[in-house]
């Protein structure tokens, strides 16, 4: 059973543009929503994460936004780059599971 | 530098071979975990260790087996059992301290079957 909704699959951004990625949640118990990058060949290395107690969160370039209503929470990356380029996951979990629920993942491509 | 350390990089298995993957953390985290990563599926837990001699099934252990002897090493070893283990292999930590939040994931191991 898929507990993690990760969309689109591929997305291509151009240089300068904004980069959304969207992940939808079944599970009212899951407390922390992190966001891991990938480059080929690596592991996957968290980027943010938000708890849902806000409703945003930015770090730079990178910003969660997280609606607890709809159980939805989403990756903006603003003025993207190429060096953005990457796979993207979404997570979801609970502390006392200790276990996170992975995304499909999207792979970004940034174009010059 | 403390960090994961996944060994071999690559491995070549051939068919109803055991093969055992390495995971090595020098963060004294508490947790341990081993996902497996396909493409178009994302990653799928297969075994997870919150303390020394323990650990729990995740989502895809059948074929699959690990130990935790050591707070440092959480080896996984693909059994003949595991009818499709072509895939990429991540170990990942986590610490209590920090409520298991914010996995440390290694490099990976890719494995496949010749």
């Known amino acids: 059973q898929q507990q993690v909704k990760q969309s689109p699959q591929s997305l291509i951004v151009q240089k300068g543009g904004i980069s959304i990625i969207n992940c939808a949640y079944e599970?009212?118990?899951?407390?922390?929503f992190p966001w891991y990058q990938q480059f080929p060949g690596k592991g996957p290395a968290l980027l943010i994460a938000i708890r849902p107690d806000v409703s945003e969160k930015k770090e730079g370039r990178f910003t969660i936004s997280f609606n607890k209503s709809a159980k939805q929470f989403s990756l903006h990356i603003m003025d993207s780059q190429p060096g953005d380029s990457a796979t993207y996951f979404c997570?979801?979990?609970?502390?006392?599971?200790?276990?996170?629920?992975f995304g499909t993942g999207t792979r970004l491509q940034v174009t010059l | 530098d403390g960090g994961i350390t996944q060994s071999p990089k690559y491995l070549f298995r051939k068919e109803g071979q055991n093969v055992t993957l390495s995971c090595e953390q020098n963060?004294?985290?508490?947790?341990m975990y081993w996902y497996r990563q396909d493409p178009g599926q994302g990653l799928r837990l297969i075994y997870y260790?919150?303390?020394?001699?323990?650990?729990q099934k995740g989502d895809i252990a059948e074929g699959y087996s690990v130990s935790r002897e050591k707070k440092e090493s959480f080896p996984l070893t693909v059994t003949s059992a595991q009818k499709n283990p072509t895939a990429f292999y991540l170990c990942?930590?986590?610490?209590?301290?920090?409520?298991?939040?914010?996995?440390?994931f290694g490099s990976g191991t890719r494995l496949t079957v010749v």
């Open positions: 997570a979801a979990g609970t502390g006392t599971a200790s276990k996170l629920t």
């Open positions: 260790s919150q303390i020394v001699n323990d650990f």
């Open positions: 963060l004294n985290h508490d947790a």
């Open positions: 599970n009212t118990a899951f407390d922390y």
């Open positions: 990942a930590s986590s610490s209590r301290d920090r409520g298991y939040y914010g996995y440390t």
